[in-house]
């Protein structure tokens, strides 16, 4: 079964500092595969999104995400973050051959120190 | 645009009781869907649809059911609510199958 985790429950950084999430995923096929956003007491609100070609993606907010298909990782980055940053992350992989229908992983909380 | 707007933000319901979480878009996607999230958990797939008139079971779909009659509305209805369905539940919508998913701003249902 195809399945998402994400290592990390909950990261601190201090702000400025630079940021790594990871995500690895379970998936026979070539996956799309999302990163989304949460903030406190908010629905979910896409980062980035890969379904194929260049393995890096660029996304908003200064987010960016590389696939590679060797490690089955889609692992989320920023050079330097921002306080309006924390917030809870989820990486999702497209579950049935590109149906709409996500699997979710358990979600990193992020907390940025001043 | 809205966007997906859900109703009610909260609701307490007693073990038995049903009740209906509305959900609507108003960007004319195809697709919805219904999600939960547990505390600690990610989103788990309750119901999807693909277009009015057409519904299909997610992940955990036992103790729901939907129905979609107009492109723009997904109700999602407990019938005999249970502790167990305590959550927070998230509509969400698409254009395409590809496209981003919008999501709403959530119902945290309690069933005590």
């Known amino acids: 079964a195809q399945s998402v985790t994400q290592p990390d429950i909950h990261i601190t950084v201090s702000e400025g500092a630079s940021l790594e999430l990871r995500c690895n995923y379970s998936?026979?096929?070539?996956?799309?595969l999302f990163w989304y956003v949460q903030s406190p007491g908010q629905g979910l609100q896409l980062l980035l999104k890969?379904?194929?070609?260049?393995?890096l993606v660029q996304g908003i907010k200064g987010f960016e995400a590389e696939f590679k298909r060797s490690q089955s990782s889609f692992n989320l980055r920023k050079p330097s973050v921002h306080w309006s940053d924390a917030a809870e992350y989820f990486c999702?992989?497209?579950?049935?051959?590109?149906?709409?229908?996500?699997?979710f992983g358990q979600g990193t909380t992020l907390q940025v120190k001043p | 645009n809205a966007g997906v707007t859900q109703t009610p933000k909260f609701r307490i319901l007693k073990i038995g009781q049903s009740m209906t979480l509305q959900c609507t878009q108003d960007?004319?996607?195809?697709?919805m869907y219904w999600y939960r999230q547990d505390p600690g958990m990610g989103l788990k797939l309750i119901y999807y649809?693909?277009?009015?008139?057409?519904?299909d079971k997610g992940e955990v779909p036992n103790g729901y059911n939907v129905s979609r009659s107009t492109t723009e509305d997904f109700p999602l209805r407990l019938e005999l609510a249970a502790p167990s369905q305590t959550s927070v539940y998230f509509c969400?919508?698409?254009?395409?199958?590809?496209?981003?998913?919008?999501f709403g701003p959530g119902t945290r249902l309690t069933v005590l």
């Open positions: 969400a919508s698409s254009y395409l199958v590809t496209d981003t998913q919008y």
């Open positions: 998936y026979g096929a070539t996956p799309y």
């Open positions: 890969y379904f194929s070609g260049d393995t």
């Open positions: 999702a992989v497209d579950g049935s051959g590109n149906t709409g229908k996500l699997i």
């Open positions: 960007m004319n996607h195809n697709y």
């Open positions: 649809s693909v277009g009015a008139g057409i519904t």
